[in-house]
Each structure stands twice: as C-alpha cells, then as structure tokens.
C-alpha cells in the first residue's frame, strides 16, 4: 500500500489514516472525515459524504483493507460478512459491487486459494485506483476528440475529480478539452434535488479555471431551443449490457431533450460501471431517498424545509436513459454507438 492524497480522497500509509472529503460541505467547507472502520464508511456513502460511482467502489475498497490491516485475526467469515455489507451500502452503482468483488478474489473459483490478508488486500486496492485513475484519462482523452472548439456543453451532475480519484469522467472530457485550448463553455445543470451541480460541478470548474454558466434544471430546454447548447455529456452509475444507463436523476429528460433538439448526448464512464449481468436498464435497482430532500434543501449552510412536513414525495436518485437517445457511450476502451454494443461484453 501506498500514501495518496486526491481530491475527494487521501491515505496516509504511516498513521494508517484513510480520510475523505465531505461532499455534504461543498463548495464553501472542506472538512475531512476520517474513517476508522467499515460502519464509517458504510455511514459516509448512505449519507452522500461520499458519492461517485467510481470514488465509491475506492472509498469501499479501501475501508476494507484498512480493517483488516488493524484486525489480522479476523476469519474468512468475519471479513465476507463486512464486505457485503459494504457492497450493499448502495445498490444502483455497479462501481462498488465490482470493486468488492475484486478485493474478495471472486474470479478465484476455489475460495480456499483467496489470500485475505492485508498486503494482498493493499495489492488489489491500489490495484483498483491506478485503474480508475488510468480510465478516467483514456476517457477523457477519447472524448475530447468529439468536441469542436467553441462549443457549449451541458452536463448533469457531478462527474469530475470529486466523484472520482482521475480526472473525472464527463468533466473529465470537459477538463481535457479546456487544457487541449478549445474555448469551451460549461452550462452546469443544478440537479436538484441533492444539488450535486450546483455545489459540487461549479466547485471544481471554478478551481480549473474553466468557463461555466450555473442554471437550474429546467431551464435546458430554452437554451437548447436557442442554439445556446452544442453537446451534452453525463456520466452513469450503472450501463446494461444494451446501452441503457442509469445516471443521477433528470438524465433522462436531458436525454429526451438532447434528442427533440438534435444535439449529441453523450454517457461518459469506465468499464467498471458496465454491467453485462443486467440485460436492460429494466433491471438495474434504483435507490430511493428521503422525503426531506425533496421537502427542502441541506448543505454548508444547514438544512431547510419550505414544504409541509407530511408532504409525499416522490424521490428516486437515479433514472434509466435509453440507449435510443443516446449518441455514443465513452468508454476507456473506446466510443460506442448503438451498431458497436457487442463489445461491451469483450
């Protein structure tokens, strides 16, 4: 295992010290939280102190490991109970339930040739960020290929530097095609409810130096009607093995949007947020939250409700957008079209 100090997450290998930055406390508070234990971490990713796909399955990953290594004396029994548990701390993004999976060597068919001791543990997590790592700059380097210098693109929640430990995926594009000096502009759709837009997105554009306009989620339409949008691009926490994709909710209206005005929309992810086991976007679990995040607002500045507290609501975290509004999925390995979905299972 190695020391590592990224944005939304940092491990010092001396004091045994696994930290990770609040996202609840962005953009005007960067408060780290330091997890001593897996229901640290477990409590962190419920809570949205951490959220990402890809960040989740590190944060997860990494939690595990630093268990161990305090508790040698654990059983086989002991670590799989807490490695589920772990795994089900959310159950939309796949990024986590892969990420388990390799720390518990599962691909070894005969479970007594599973090494569960701490260096092997500290092998694969590191193993599991330089991925991620290296994805998030192929696909930030593939993606800005597609993008014309002067464009305006519009992006859907949170998918840089904070939700993962690279570049980013769609705002990773978005960052290599600044640094490429293409004179692009960022309209950075709020996305309500958990605000993760609004807070998070402009918080990193705004370090990056990159232009960018903060609008709130239902005003895209009037910009794409007036030629103010050139191309959409979004991330995902879970793509089926048919293209469909579940990202942050509001995806799929861009997505209807993005098609009623001919304009490219683009899903930005790695490989490990495919899942070929999903047929469908039918059959990806979608998360549903609490009704005081559709009642109010929470962040830096406290928690707020301006509706009736008996109010219902209705409050999935994520929508399936399908693969028929879509213009290519980009992943590490390449951009895919609706005619190029074979090669999601290769």
């Not at 949205?48 to 004396?73: C, D, E, K, T, W």
């Not at 979608?286 to 009642?295: G, N, P």
């Amino acid at each position: 295992m190695e020391s590592f100090n990224y944005l939304s997450i940092r491990y010092n290998k001396d004091e045994k010290k696994l930290e990770i930055l609040d996202q609840r406390k962005l953009p005007d508070i960067e408060e780290w939280l330091v997890c001593t234990k897996p229901e640290d971490m477990i409590t962190f990713i419920k809570q949205l102190s951490v959220r990402g796909a890809p960040l989740i399955g590190v944060a997860a990953s990494m939690s595990l490991y630093n268990h161990i290594l305090f508790n040698p004396q654990l059983t086989s029994e002991e670590i799989l109970k807490v490695s589920n548990e772990l795994r089900e701390s959310r159950p939309t993004a796949v990024n986590l339930m892969f990420a388990i999976d390799e720390m518990m060597q599962l691909k070894e068919s005969n479970p007594e040739n599973r090494d569960y001791s701490a260096t092997r543990f500290g092998e694969i997590a590191m193993r599991i960020i330089r991925n991620e790592v290296d994805m998030c700059d192929k696909m930030s380097k593939l993606g800005a290929s597609l993008i014309q210098p002067g464009e305006s693109i519009l992006t859907h929640c949170n998918t840089g530097s904070v939700a993962t430990v690279g570049a980013g995926t769609a705002l990773g594009v978005i960052r290599e095609a600044h640094k490429q000096g293409k004179n692009i502009h960022v309209y950075v759709d709020e996305t309500r409810p958990l605000l993760q837009g609004g807070r998070l997105t402009t918080y990193e554009l705004e370090r990056e130096g990159i232009p960018y306009t903060l609008i709130c989620d239902n005003m895209a339409a009037c910009l794409m009607r007036d030629g103010k949008i050139q191309r959409v691009l979004v991330g995902a926490d879970r793509i089926a093995a048919n293209g469909d994709f579940a990202n942050k909710i509001g995806t799929y209206s861009v997505a209807v949007l993005a098609n009623h005005h001919n304009i490219p929309f683009h899903c930005v992810a790695p490989m490990s947020t495919v899942d070929i086991k999903c047929l469908t976007g039918k059959d990806i679990p979608i998360e549903e939250r609490s009704q005081s995040e559709v009642q109010g607002a929470s962040g830096a500045f406290g928690q707020v409700r301006w509706a009736p507290k008996n109010s219902k609501t209705f409050n999935p975290a994520f929508d399936v957008t399908p693969m028929t509004l879509v213009t290519s999925i980009i992943l590490d390995t390449g951009i895919l079209t609706k005619n190029d979905l074979n090669k999601l299972s290769e």
